[in-house]
């Protein structure tokens, strides 16, 4: 075994290193996902949430709606735990 320096990037994880302070971040995988749907021009916003908002299930046409959003969401639930 032999000693090739610090660590920059573990299990897709960027590591930065300043002083006696460690950084881990993923975006290089955030932006990747914006380049792969073509987000990458947006504006951020926030989305505030009503507070006790009653929520019905969706119907069929309207989850066909939703549909194409389902790899993007598990994308960002992927980033969001590791």
């Known amino acids: 075994m032999k000693d090739i320096g610090p660590a920059n990037l573990l299990l897709g994880v960027k590591i930065q290193q300043i002083n006696n302070c460690l950084t881990l971040d993923q975006q290089h995988f955030i932006d990747s996902l914006l380049d792969l749907y073509g987000m990458q021009n947006c504006k951020t916003v926030s989305t505030p949430l009503v507070p006790n908002e009653y929520l019905s299930p969706a119907t069929d046409n ?7 959003w389902g790899s993007t969401l598990e994308a960002q639930l992927v980033a969001s735990t590791t």
């Open 62 to 68: 309207k989850t066909e709606t939703f549909s194409a």
